[in-house]
């Protein structure tokens, strides 16, 4: 059963860079066809998608984010990480790393990581 | 502002069907698959429904999904209580190029 563990620090000093790592377990994040995504929740609020990354290094970003996101794997250490830049209040939220499936019949997050609290402030 | 539209809320009482609608346009759930994503209080979101109307394996059969245009809808039939949380859909986007969410409708069962 594969499993997505992120970690990384919980607090975030403004205009500082915020990095995240998502550790896959129970298979490899190499096999078969998935996409590796981040997506975030800000408290009492929707989910926002922030970009994804395939094995071969392909990625995708969220437009509204795209300017300070990179988002890389490490298939040796069988992780995915997330660094977004220059940081304000308004990126406090808990972060979510997910498997996306992609299929002939369509893609879904088939699998979510448990999420973490990352707050900006000083 | 979430490029899908949804309710913020729904309610209904135990045992009856309840409906969650999702609004968007063609270049998303005009033209590709909606998914549909539970969030129980304090949890992960845990896919519900994938490409517009298929149950993945070990969700009930009480839930369901339909899409017609550019608009979806959750169904929940014999509603539970255990069935109370947020619910999020989900589609490609051409034109941005990535996911976008609806900003969630959040279930309570009277």
């Known amino acids: 059963q594969v499993q997505l563990q992120e970690s990384g620090p919980g607090l975030v000093k403004p205009s500082q860079t915020l990095s995240l790592t998502c550790t896959v377990s129970?298979?490899?994040?190499?096999?078969?066809?998935?996409?590796w995504s981040w997506i975030r929740q800000p408290a009492g609020k929707g989910l926002e998608w922030i970009g994804r990354?395939?094995?071969?290094?392909?990625?995708n970003y969220n437009p509204s984010l795209k300017s300070r996101v990179t988002i890389s794997v490490d298939t040796s250490k069988n992780q995915f990480s997330l660094k977004l830049s220059s940081v304000t209040a308004a990126d406090t939220a808990v972060y979510y790393c997910?498997?996306?499936?992609?299929?002939?019949?369509?893609?879904?997050?088939?699998?979510w990581g448990q999420g973490t609290m990352v707050t900006v402030s000083s | 502002q979430s490029v899908l539209t949804q309710p913020p809320s729904v309610s209904e009482a135990p045992r009856q069907r309840v409906t969650i609608s999702c609004s968007g346009s063609?270049?998303?759930?005009?033209?590709?698959?909606v998914n549909w994503y539970q969030q129980l209080p304090g949890k992960a979101p845990k896919l519900l429904i994938y490409y517009d109307d298929l149950l993945p394996s070990g969700v009930s059969d009480r839930f369901s999904g339909s899409k017609s245009g550019t608009s979806a809808s959750l169904a929940i039939s014999g509603l539970q209580s255990e069935d109370e949380a947020d619910y999020y859909c989900?589609?490609?986007?051409?034109?941005?190029?990535?996911?976008?969410f609806g900003g969630g409708t959040k279930l309570t069962v009277l």
């Open positions: 989900a589609a490609w986007d051409d034109r941005l190029n990535g996911w976008v």
């Open positions: 997910a498997r996306e499936l992609f299929t002939t019949t369509g893609d879904a997050f088939d699998i």
């Open positions: 063609s270049s998303n759930i005009g033209n590709n698959a």
């Open positions: 129970g298979g490899s994040i190499s096999s078969g066809s998935y996409y």
């Open positions: 990354i395939y094995t071969s290094g392909s990625t």
